[in-house]
Structure formats: C-alpha cells, structure tokens
C-alpha cells in the first residue's frame, strides 16, 4: 500500500512534465547547475550586447588626449589604448559587434546546413553523393582559411566576415545534420507519411526536422561559440569589422603591439572573448547532457 | 463481393545484395512472383514466417518499396505505370496500418497534427478539416479532448488506435494493414481486431491483412494466403484452410496453433531445418528440404500455384 501510494505521484507529474514539450527544455536547464549557470552566464552576456552603448562610461571612438595608455583607473576603469580611447566602452560596444557577427553567422550555418543536411539524408541517391562530396572538398580546407579566401574574394568588413565565417561552417554542420536525419529517415512514422502521400517538402519540415531539433540546438549552440572565435580571429588578421568600430580580435590586434609597456590593451578584450566563449562552449556541453538519452 | 479491388499479377521484388566490379549482382527474391486478387469488401490474410515477404509485398503494392517486376491492379488499372500526380491519387484510396504503434506516430506532433496530414496531402479544404478529424477520432473510440496530446501519453492499443484514424482520415476502399496488432498485448489484439471488423462494415473497407498469428487471421480473414519465401504456396477460404490445409508448409504451421481443449488430440508436425536463405533458395520446390512428403519432382520443378479442388495450391501433391 505505502508503495503504491509512492509511485501515483511520481508519475503523474512525469506526466506533467512530459506533456508541455515546450517548456521542457528550460526546466530541464533549471535542473542542471552547469546547465542553469552557462545559461544565466549567456543572458547576461546578451544583455550586455543589447544595453552596452547605454552602459558605457564613454565614448567607444573618442581620443582622449590627456590619457595615452593609461593603466585602469578611476576614470577609465579597464585603462585607456594607444590613441586615448576607453577600452571598457569600446569593449562594451564592441560585444554587440562580436555577438552579431556571431549569431548571424551562425543562423546562416543553421538554415543552409540543416536544408543541405535533411534533404541530402531524406532524397539520397545521386543527390546526397553530389552533396556530401562538395562538403567533402570544403571540408579539406581549414575553416579559417576558407573563411579568409571568401573575406579576400569579397573585401573586409563587417558584413563579409559574417558570411565568410557563415559559409565556411556550413560543411561541418551539415554532416553532422545529416547523420542526425539519416536515423529519423528510417522511422515508422516517416514511411506511414509516405504511404499517406505527403510530399518531400513536407515530411522533412514535419517529420525529419522536430525530431533533429535537440540535434541542430546542441550544434548551433556549438557553432557560436567557434563563431565568436573566428570573427575575432579575422578581426585580428584586419579582415573583419574595420576600425574604429570596437571590435574584440581588432583591440587584440593593436594591443599586441605594447603587451610589454601596456598589458591592459591585449588583456581584456582577450579575457573578453574567453569569456564568452567558454560560455557558450559550456552551455552547448550541458544542452548535449540534458539531449542525451543516456544521461 | 466478387468484383476485384486489387490483383496482384506475378510480383517480384529484388533486393540487391552486393555488385561487384567483376562479379555478378546478387540479389535477395523478397517476393517471387506473387499472385494474389483481393475482391472488394473482403479480407485477404496473408500469413507467413518472419522474412517470408508478407511485409514486403504490402510495401510493394503501396509503392513504398517499388517492385521490380510484375502488376499492381488497383481499380482496373496498373498502378505501377502512374506518374508521381497519379499515384498520389492513389494513395487516397489506398492506405496502410504499421506495425509499431510506438514507431509510427511522431513523438514531436499532437495527435491533432497527426492526423490532420492526411487532409493536407489531399487538400481537403480547411473548413471540413476538424469536422472530419473529429468524427474520425470518436470513430476509432477515441475522444476530441485526446486531440492536443502527444503520442508518448497513449497506450499501445491507442495509439493503434490513432493509427487506425489516419489510415481512415480519407476513407479510403483499400488497408493494408501490416501485423496491425503483434505489437500488443493479447487482449487488446482483440479490442483492435472487433474495431477492424466493424470499420470494414461501416466504411465498406477492403483488407489485406498480413500477420504471422494464425489465430489472429482466423479471427478476421475471409480468405488466407499463406507465403513461403516470397511465394504464395496456398490459398483458400478461411473455413477450408484451417479445416484441412493441403500444401504440407500449410499443414506444418497449422498443427502449431496452440488448441484450446486439453483433450483434443492433435498431431504437431514440426519441421525439420531452418528456412533457407533467400539470397540462394534451394532448386525446385523451395519447400523440399523440409518437406516430409518430398518427391523426386519437387527437387527438381517448382510448383504452380493452380486450382486443386477450388483452391489454390502450389504443390506437387496435387
């Protein structure tokens, strides 16, 4: 008796739990410390992103003439660079730089390399081959010199080092995308669509994509983070957002020069960008335990 | 009840195995020439062991799988020479039942998205849609507060159940139902199967109903075929198999059922022998290594599926 009294509750609020899929995913990352942090740790981050300019002491592009290389101080509270301008501003200024680039580079990730993926894996055949050997052949190259192929090819700027790093994730991704459907194809409920006679279009946007959704969130989660880290890399080498507009792997840049007289200039915006990195990293590890069946 | 819905004209279905550069394809006979007729309102079973082509040959006739050789009849016309628009026409009229239930319903849709796919694939006007999903639902025992639930929260048999309710969203004349209830329990199996029954009364349906529980195909088969690596080898009416099967396979796997009365003496024939493989079936009748009443010709011939008695039987024997 007392053990049946145990097991009704237990399982009517699985039930709960399991019948709002929506709200699934937060719970569960409410669950996890790990999980609850990195994602606490990310809104903060985005927030950031959103209110900098408001925040910011100063303004990012302003010399201030009585203050070279300063070291932190009062009135500039992470120092001042070579040409007297607020580092803490244009580090702030410059998150909405470095988290644009990123998240948009990584939603063209996320559209072109799912639609390559899941129509690769659903059509098959002559196709897939065609497909997966194209992403064969851009695979070969490093994804950072593909991206500065494309950066050269299109000119520098902001805008060409999103799609550079865009395009140049989309291989990856879409193999890793395409394994993923390759397992949903082969479901009973795929081939009763079949026997229904729902066309393509429709099975793989119905069928294949909601149950690869745990998939492409841990994966594009995943790809911000390497985002962030190839925008500054291209920032740094020049090819990214051209000065002034604070951006993190440009500061890096122009820090180098005086690591021994100012170590504040590479410091920060490098601390900045391990930060956000290790953020995002961390919290598309913990997405990948709570997604995990085994878990 | 005589008019056919669907014949089935000497289908085959290779499946390749390995190519070689310098080597001849080898393929797997999944069915070898099947001739079957279902006639309108009837229900053809189709029993067989496992890796016999039962399942196969259900796909074949939907064009899931696409046969290599051979007819589909469908409605007087061979649908294995539609185009794409056409055979999607088709499928209006003919629907499948799966196996798994756990399987076959996606995890991620409510049951209203569910069964809402089949009047999206065939346009059904969006004013009818809930009207139609509704009635359906209430049809197959179900009510419309299960609608906004996902699968996972269902039963085996209901979400057969809701299997069933997509198959018969369109009302079509033809299901196929694949094992529909070897996945369940033994006293849902009935609930699934009495459904079936008064469906096919109400709607007018027609079945092909494969399985491997003979007691099952009893229960709801007009007429059984049974198969033996990708061929019929008998066909008869329900009555007449179960009374007195002729072709020994039949004979074998009938003395397997398992008999209510205690006192009942059955002699169990059991068989010697695995099931060949079909990639290399054994030469004549492909029965004959395990056959107890084997001949000289059987190694030798294949049988003819031919009447024997008003039946028909592919067998030397006769």
């Not at chain 1, 983070?225 to 190839?230: C, D, F």
Request: glycine content about 8%; hydrophobic content about 45%; proline content about 6%.
């Amino acid at each position: 008796m007392s053990q049946l009294n145990k097991t009704i509750p237990v399982r009517s609020s699985w039930r709960r739990e399991r019948s709002l899929p929506r709200f699934e995913l937060l719970g569960k990352i409410m669950q996890k410390k790990k999980a609850k942090y990195s994602f606490f740790m990310m809104l903060a981050i985005i927030v950031i992103g959103i209110i900098g300019p408001w925040i910011a002491p100063h303004d990012p592009t302003k010399t201030y003439y009585e203050a070279f290389m300063q070291g932190p101080s009062k009135e500039f509270w992470l120092g001042t660079d070579a040409i007297g301008r607020d580092i803490l501003s244009r580090l702030l200024y410059g998150t909405r730089v470095t988290l644009t680039v990123a998240v948009m580079a990584s939603a063209m990730t996320f559209v072109a390399g799912t639609f390559i993926g899941v129509t690769s894996a659903y059509l098959g055949g002559i196709f897939d081959n065609v497909m997966m050997r194209i992403m064969d052949v851009l695979l070969a190259l490093p994804g950072i010199v593909l991206a500065l192929a494309i950066v050269a090819a299109l000119g520098p700027s902001q805008e060409n080092a999103m799609i550079a790093i865009g395009i140049a994730s989309i291989p990856g991704f879409s193999i890793l995308v395409r394994g993923a459907a390759l397992t949903i194809k082969g479901a009973g409920y795929v081939e009763a669509s079949r026997s229904i006679g729902s066309s393509n279009w429709w099975i793989i946007m119905n069928q294949l994509i909601p149950n690869i959704s745990n998939i492409l969130i841990v994966y594009t989660t995943m790809f911000i983070g390497s985002a962030i880290l190839g925008t500054s890399a291209l920032g740094f080498i020049g090819l990214g957002a051209q000065p002034p507009t604070p951006e993190w792997g440009t500061m890096l840049s122009e820090g180098k020069d005086y690591l021994r007289e100012a170590w504040w200039l590479a410091t920060f915006p490098g601390l900045a960008i391990t930060i956000v990195v290790f953020t995002v990293y961390m919290l598309g590890d913990a997405l990948r335990d709570i997604f995990d069946p085994k878990s | 009840m005589t008019t056919p819905l669907l014949v089935v004209k000497n289908l085959q279905k290779r499946f390749l195995l390995g190519k070689g550069w310098f080597q001849e394809p080898s393929y797997i006979h999944a069915v070898n020439g099947v001739n079957v007729t279902v006639n309108e309102g009837e229900t053809l079973g189709i029993v067989g062991e496992s890796g016999c082509g039962k399942s196969t040959l259900g796909r074949c006739i939907l064009r899931l799988i696409e046969p290599s050789e051979g007819e589909v009849v469908f409605q007087g016309r061979d649908i294995r020479m539609y185009s794409k628009s056409e055979m999607h026409n088709v499928r209006r009229n003919m629907q499948m039942v799966f196996q798994n239930p756990f399987d076959t319903l996606n995890p991620k849709l409510t049951i209203q998205h569910i069964l809402t796919e089949p009047l999206i694939a065939h346009r059904i006007p969006k004013e009818h849609r809930q009207s139609l999903i509704e009635e359906t639902i209430e049809i197959v025992g179900l009510s419309k507060r299960h609608l906004a639930r996902y699968a996972h929260e269902f039963s085996g048999g209901q979400r057969q159940r809701i299997g069933i309710a997509r198959a018969l969203m369109l009302r079509p004349k033809l299901i196929i139902a694949d094992e529909p209830v070897s996945a369940l329990d033994v006293s849902i199996q009935s609930q699934i199967l009495n459904l079936l029954q008064d469906l096919q009364e109400q709607f007018s349906l027609t079945y092909l109903f494969i399985s491997h529980d003979l007691s099952v195909v009893e229960h709801i088969a007009d007429r059984v075929a049974v198969m033996y690596l990708g061929e019929v080898i008998e066909l008869a009416k329900k009555e007449e198999l179960f009374q007195r099967p002729m072709h020994p396979y039949a004979q074998s796997l009938l003395s397997a059922v398992p008999v209510s009365d205690p006192d009942e003496k059955r002699e169990r024939i059991i068989l010697t022998g695995d099931l060949p493989s079909p990639s290399n079936p054994p030469t004549g009748c492909k029965f004959h290594p395990r056959c107890w009443a084997c001949m000289d010709i059987c190694k030798k011939e294949a049988p003819v599926l031919k009447d024997s008695e008003g039946r028909m039987v592919a067998c030397h024997l006769y």
